[in-house]
């Protein structure tokens, strides 16, 4: 819901925007096993048909992510972390030498995305609380990929007022679509 009104409002600020969506929340990803690490880390010329075969659905989703210039990333909470679906995301678009390269200096991202934005819901849990997880961690993948602008929107507390929490949502929503 959040998410949707976000991409509105960019693609109405923008003007004309190719949008592509993912919903991950189906389980469809792989989750990322031995075999894929090792096709990761393989030279494209020396894998394997087998390993060419592990690496379509990450190659797809990479394909997604380089096309792109603005990143919407929209997650419940769940236990403080991010549910598994996301993860198994995270783990098939976080590639060395395609979403981000070893250096002298550490790992350097390596996409051209200028912003995520990032809605988090929650039931109970403050975002940017001690036990918020999914902020810091969604961070430090943006980061770690090339994304350096990350913008949060926060549904949280939604058991405790939920109309008082999506107002805010809301607010927060606007005035960054106001900055973009």
Known sequence: ?????LITKLTEKAGAAKVSER???NNDIALVTGAHVGAFYTPAEERSDEQNALL?????LLAELKEANTLVVATPMYNFGIPASLKAWVDM?????ETFRYTENG???????DTMYL???TGGAPVGSAVDFVVPYMKQVASFIGIEHVEVIAADRMNVDADASLKKAREELSEIVQKA
């Not at 819901?1 to 009104?5: D, F, G, I, V």
């Not at 790992?107 to 995305?113: A, M, S």
């Open 119 to 121: 809605v988090v819901a």
């Open 23 to 25: 919903d991950v929340s």
């Open 1 to 5: 819901m959040l998410a949707n009104e």
């Open 56 to 60: 379509e659905q990450s190659d797809a």
């Open 93 to 97: 678009i976080c590639r060395v030498g």
């Open 107 to 113: 790992p350097e991202g390596l996409l051209n995305i």
